[in-house]
């Protein structure tokens, strides 16, 4: 269960840097990969069920666009950037914030997920190590 509409405001606050993609669902994606190239995006990253955009001057949030899956539906899902995934589980805990899946490894970094009060995904990312 939950915890979202009464969190404690003693714990340390888990904080997001930014904002650095947006995941949105459909049942047609070439129609939407068409729709979002219209309106000036560019196609950066492209496979049979998700195509991802940025936009042509190269700033902004990066986003996607997937296949509709029984598991997100219609619901955006948003990516923030955090420097500890580690201690920012720990505080989503602490919290006692719903969690949709516990930290993965990704070949972009450490990832877990998170819901907020109204029920968004809320994905917190950490970039993985250069070198």
Known sequence: MSNTNNMNNTQTTLT???LNFI????SDLAATREFY???????????PDFVQ??????QGAAFGVGLLTPEHGHEPELWFDISDADAAFAQAQAQELEIVHPIMEMPFGRVFAIKDPAGYILHLSQAAQQG
Do not use: R, Y
């Open 16 to 18: 997001a840097n930014s």
């Open 23 to 26: 995941m949105l669902h459909t």
């Open 37 to 47: 190239t219209w309106l000036g995006f560019v196609v950066v990253d492209e496979l």
């Open 53 to 58: 955009f940025a936009a042509p001057n190269g």
